[in-house]
């Protein structure tokens, strides 16, 4: 599912242009330095027809990654999302996958950002869930999830993501589905795009937000819907062994959405998604799909 299908259009630095011409230079600084930020949003398709799911809460983490590489994006939110919207109509797209990218561009090639460009691109296409619809097994990766004494560990920033492909492909080299990622403290930290959750004894557990993993928009989701489902929740630090002896795992991401995992390494969690988990997994799909009323100041209608 992770092939990309070109849509008619991208938008680049302000103008509607042909995907196939939507170029930058090889000598792009952030080509050579991983200086980007991005985001990663999805479209879905509703009764009252296309719309964005919290679109204003991804611009948001956008500029906050911006920030955090001292970025100055040269187009304002609004204009973001009008283009993003504008973009869906051009490209006919009723449901897929939104991405906004800044970097820095072609003009210096040092390590010093001064004076370098900054060019910001939207590109949107048809993609399905990320890693499927399968139930997920997890390996315990030897890579730890960056220190966040040696970067701004939480912003959504290009060259972070090494580490993720680094997990990734380590996992998946040895038969498993995805990766789990440890804090420089041996405890559970997220995949190498997703937010974890475990369910023990009735209580949905999640490690915090402490500078260390990314503030995933669909984690705030599901901390949003479980309180009002009346779910008992604890924002606390999982040990690895904890992990392996939870009643119910699922990971969550835009991308990703809501999957669950039924083993880690090689402990088993279930043979199947627990009652938690898809009850969580198909509020989500509703909340999404505009279906429940009280969620859809989360949705931006196209």
């Known amino acids: 599912m992770s092939l990309i299908t070109a849509t008619k259009y991208i938008w680049l630095d302000g103008k509607f242009v042909p995907w196939r011409e939507a170029k930058i230079h090889v000598v792009s600084h952030a080509l050579h330095y991983g200086s980007s930020v991005f985001e990663g949003i999805r479209l879905y398709a509703t009764q009252k ?5 919290r679109l204003a809460d991804h611009l948001e983490r956008f500029f906050i990654s911006a920030r955090a590489l001292g970025m100055k994006i040269p187009f304002i939110r609004s204009a973001l999302k009008a283009a993003v919207l504008e973009l869906i109509k051009k490209n006919k797209l009723s449901e897929g996958y939104i991405r906004p990218l800044a970097f820095f561009g072609y003009g210096v090639m040092t390590l010093r950002l001064t004076d370098a460009p900054v060019n910001v691109a939207i590109a949107t296409w048809p ?5 499927g619809e399968k139930a997920l097994r997890l390996k315990t990766s030897s890579f730890i999830r960056i220190h966040p004494q040696s970067t701004i560990a939480d912003a959504k920033i290009g060259g972070h993501y090494v580490n993720s492909i680094l997990a990734g492909e380590e996992a998946h080299a040895a038969g498993f589905d995805e ?7 041996g405890r559970v930290a997220e995949g190498p795009g997703q937010n974890i959750f475990m369910v023990k004894k009735g209580i949905l557990v ?12 669909t ?5 949003t819907i479980a309180r009002d ?3 008992k929740i604890a924002e606390r630090h999982i040990t690895p062994g904890e992990l392996r002896r939870a009643d119910e795992v699922f990971i969550c991401g835009t991308a990703t959405e809501v999957t669950e995992v039924t083993a880690i390494d090689r402990t088993v969690i279930g043979k199947r998604i627990g009652p938690i988990t898809k009850q969580l997994k198909e509020a989500y799909r509703r909340v999404v799909r505009g279906l429940e009323p009280r969620y859809r100041k989360w949705l931006t209608y196209v």
């Open 49 to 53: 027809g296309p719309a964005v799911f």
């Open 127 to 131: 993609w399905g869930k990320y890693l």
């Open 179 to 185: 990766a789990l990622l440890l804090d420089f403290k």
């Open 206 to 217: 999640t490690p915090p937000l402490e500078g260390q993993i990314l503030p995933g928009i």
């Open 219 to 223: 984690r705030a989701s599901l901390l």
């Open 229 to 231: 489902q009346g779910l």
